[in-house]
């Protein structure tokens, strides 16, 4: 079965320190895959999204860049964190046309 | 362009009321996904049901309910006297699905998009 994997849970970073978020797929091959942020009390906000290894689509022009180094790893980062960044991130995977499965998200706080 | 409008920010109920959650899309492709996600408060979203677009036969799963209709673009969502662990903030989402080809690898059509969400309270 397939399962994501998503870390850290929580996470309190300063303002202007780099940011890694680190998400994997387990029992899938080649799934599109996301992340979406969520700002506390609101809707899910896509913010890249990728459908093979080293192909990434930017949603929204912002502080944050996404890789694909290998096809079941999607990583989220930052070099220099705003306050605007704060919120909870969701890493996601689907097939083609299949609902998307979620992580558990990581909360991030940004100081 | 793709988009998912839930009007419905909040919506409030007594304990074993019914409610309908309204959910809105917009795509010019005639081939589709539709989903409904629900996010209780831990956080996580959990996947509740997946409709295509050739397929408007309504769906019923305990006391949840879905009817799709595509004259109206629509997708609601009904739950049968409702519960207190109910609550929680509900998500419609829709994707469109196309071939990938090797012209088009970045095709936007492969974007989940999710409505605002509306959050359900019910009320012991």
């Known amino acids: 079965s397939q399962t994501i994997h998503q870390w850290p849970a929580t996470l309190v970073q300063p303002v202007g320190s780099p940011l890694s978020l680190e998400c994997t797929v387990e029992?899938?091959?080649?799934?599109?895959l996301y992340w979406y942020r969520q700002a506390a009390g609101r809707g899910l906000q896509l913010l890249f999204y990728?459908?093979?290894?080293?192909?990434i689509s930017s949603e929204v022009p912002q502080n944050l860049s996404a890789s694909r180094p290998q096809d079941r790893q999607f990583i989220l980062s930052s070099k220099k964190l705003l306050l605007s960044d704060s919120g909870f991130y969701l890493c996601a995977w689907s097939a083609i046309g299949d609902a998307a499965f979620f992580g558990q998200g990581t909360r991030l706080t940004v100081v | 362009a793709q988009k998912v409008t839930q009007a419905q920010t909040e919506i409030s109920v007594v304990e074993k009321e019914d409610v309908t959650l309204d959910c809105v899309y917009e795509?010019?492709?005639?081939?589709?996904?539709l989903f409904w996600y629900k996010q209780p408060p831990s956080g996580e979203l959990v996947f509740l049901i997946r409709?295509?677009?050739?397929?408007?036969q309504n769906e019923i799963s305990g006391r949840y309910s879905w009817n799709f209709q595509k004259s109206t673009s629509s997708f609601n969502f009904t739950i049968t006297a409702s519960q207190v662990v109910d609550s929680a903030v509900y998500f419609c989402a829709l994707s469109c699905s196309r071939v990938h080809t090797p012209l088009s690898p970045m095709d936007s059509s492969y974007k989940l998009i999710f409505g605002s969400g509306t959050r359900l309270l019910v009320r012991p």
């Open positions: 409709r295509n677009s050739f397929d408007e």
């Open positions: 990728s459908v093979g290894i080293g192909q």
């Open positions: 795509t010019r492709d005639t081939t589709y996904y």
């Open positions: 029992g899938t091959s080649n799934p599109n």
